[in-house]
Each structure stands twice: as structure tokens, then as C-alpha cells.
């Protein structure tokens, strides 16, 4: 019985269960991130509305610092979006279309995930982050984390609009699992990332967009929601 119990407490002895602990869980994945230049990583997207799945989607993602990310969508279909470090890109062969607009004015999805090319600092978009009570982890030993974002206001109502982004993270090593965003509109985008490489050989050309022969560019950001 008594190995039962220390196996128990060695468990449970893994996750943080006070706010100090927590903000050495953050502090060590930042840092995990924050010593890389550059990150690849196998993902897996997925897009629900009102709790109803419509659209899963996986490739390879790549950043590199300062600011730039690329991501290759292999699986239904091949598309590519690209942050260059200023411009947003995103673009669909079979339609022979690429949509550009200002990284900063993006509302894309994927843009949050900038961190991991920038500072790797949660407190540039989360005012507080604790441990998620009403969320389960979907791997074995993760960690969730609840990032409350920054108040925005709504144009129309002037309320608080209360989306959420939720970190899953290995408590040993501090490497991302998971990231979902939950909006308040019952969209829903879930990141499962798997195989990080730090610092692997990126050249910077990979974050360079030369449009096709051919393409249209257009202005704009209509296209930047998710594939």
C-alpha cells in the first residue's frame, strides 16, 4: 500500500498547485521557448463552432525570431499562411489567390502564436494566467493554464468580450502541447503540437513570400480567418 501512496504524492508533486508554482510552470516555458531563435513543430488544427467540429487540419509550423512564422498546410489540402515580420500571407494554390494585410492589423487565428517568435512573454497578452479549472488536459501529464486576455472592448456595445486562450503545457519540460482559443462567439481554434525542434536550421528565406507567376494579390484580410 505504502508504494501506492508515494507513487501518488511523486505524481501529484508534478503539477503546480499554488499560484508561486504557477508562475514557475510560465516562467519555465517561456523561458524553454525564449532560448531558441528558431522553433519547427508538427501541428494539428482544429475549428469548431458551437461546439460542433467543421474543420481539422495539420502540417508543420516554423518561427524564427524576431516576429516571423510560417505555416505549412500539408493535410486535406496544401495552403500556406506566412508572417514575414510585417506582412501577413496567406495563400491558397488551388485557388491561385494569396490575401496580404499588415501583421498588425491581422486577426487571423494563428497571429497570437507570434509569441513563440517574439519575447515569449504571456503578459503581453494575458492579464492574468491560472490553472484552468473547467478544462481537462488532453495529454496525460500536461498542465492547462488559463490566460485571461487583455480587455478589448466591443465596437458596438462597449462590453468586455470574453475570449480565453488556454495553454497546455508539459510540467518537466515547459514545451507547449496544446493551445485553444475559445471566443465568445462559440468559435473555438485548437493548436496540438507535437516533435518541437529548437534551433533547427531555418533559413530566412522560408519567411519570404514571392507570389507564383500568375497569383492574384489581394488587400485585404477577409481570407485571414483559418484555411
Known sequence: MLPGIFLIAGLLSLFPQT???VSALISRMEA?????????????????EGGRLLRSESGTAYFRRPGRMRWEYQ???????????????????????VTRVPAKQSTDFRTPLALLAGEMKLSRVCSRVDLASSEK?????????????????DSDSGSAIQDA???????????????LV??????????????????????????RFDAPPG????KGEAALGGT
Open 19 to 21: 499560484a508561486n508554482e
Open 182 to 207: 475559445r471566443q465568445s462567439d462559440g468559435v473555438e481554434l485548437e493548436f496540438r503540437f507535437s516533435n518541437w525542434q529548437f534551433d533547427p536550421q531555418l533559413p530566412p528565406s522560408m519567411f
Open 215 to 218: 497569383v492574384a494579390i489581394v
Open 165 to 179: 486562450v488556454f495553454f497546455e503545457v508539459d510540467p518537466t519540460s515547459g514545451e507547449l502541447a496544446r493551445i
Open 32 to 48: 524553454r521557448y525564449r532560448s531558441a531563435r528558431t522553433l519547427e513543430a508538427a501541428f494539428l488544427e482544429r475549428y469548431s
Open 75 to 97: 493535410a486535406p489540402e496544401k495552403d500556406l499562411f506566412l508572417v514575414d515580420g510585417k506582412t501577413a500571407w496567406f495563400y491558397v494554390p488551388a485557388d491561385h489567390t
Open 137 to 153: 488536459a488532453q495529454t496525460e501529464d500536461g498542465v492547462l493554464l488559463h490566460c485571461v486576455l487583455r480587455g478589448t472592448k
